[in-house]
């Protein structure tokens, strides 16, 4: 037996980065095809699927700042906020950034302490669903004069996405505060 046994183990290889390699190829693939997406997107302006995912990210991270700022005006100190893949956390006084190519959604990780009161905790948890409404209805009056098309926000698929986020249907963030 060798005097460092810890170090004579096999180790694994490292993992290949297969998120990194779906991202340049959905890059590549949206520079190959960018110059046909603006008449592809009039064909039927109504409908832009190619800014759902934008228009996603944009709500969750409204309702995530809905959470963050409820919970900052209660007396809730956070450790830091999540929206999709984009993390950013405090660790021991210094603010760090994460990158996870496996995440989506959200999430505001409130501090956990012995002071904490019930109430400060239910306004941030009802925080988040009151931006997702206000969105919601800035959204829908900005669909009703305006209207949805490629050269604008596509305000039909917000107005969507903070429908489906008012909702209560998960455990999360209406079924705590009830």
Avoid at 21 to 27: A, E, Q, S, V
Avoid at 39 to 45: G, H, M
Avoid at 50 to 57: F, G, H, K, T
Avoid at 105 to 133: E, F, Q, Y
């Amino acid at each position: 037996m060798s005097a460092t046994p810890i170090l004579d183990l096999e180790q694994e290889p490292p993992r290949k980065p297969w998120w990194l390699l779906f991202g340049l190829t959905l890059f590549s693939l949206a520079f190959i095809f960018a110059p046909f997406l603006a008449e592809w997107a009039d064909l039927n302006p109504s409908f832009n699927g190619l800014l759902w995912l934008p228009a996603i990210y944009v709500a969750i991270a409204v309702h995530e700042a809905g959470h963050l700022i409820a919970g900052q005006l209660a007396g809730v100190e956070s450790r830091g906020i999540s929206v999709g893949g984009f993390s950013l956390y405090k660790i021991a006084g210094h603010w760090r950034f994460r990158l996870d190519g496996c995440t989506f959604g959200g999430g505001v990780m409130p501090r956990v302490a012995k002071t904490l009161r019930p109430a400060g905790l239910a306004w941030m948890v009802a925080g988040g669903p009151l931006a997702s409404i206000l969105l919601f209805a800035v959204s829908g009056v900005a669909w009703a004069k305006f209207g949805s098309g490629c050269r604008r926000l596509d305000r039909q698929s917000l107005l969507g996405c903070n429908l489906s986020f008012s909702l209560a249907y998960s455990p999360l963030d209406q079924w705590n505060v009830i």
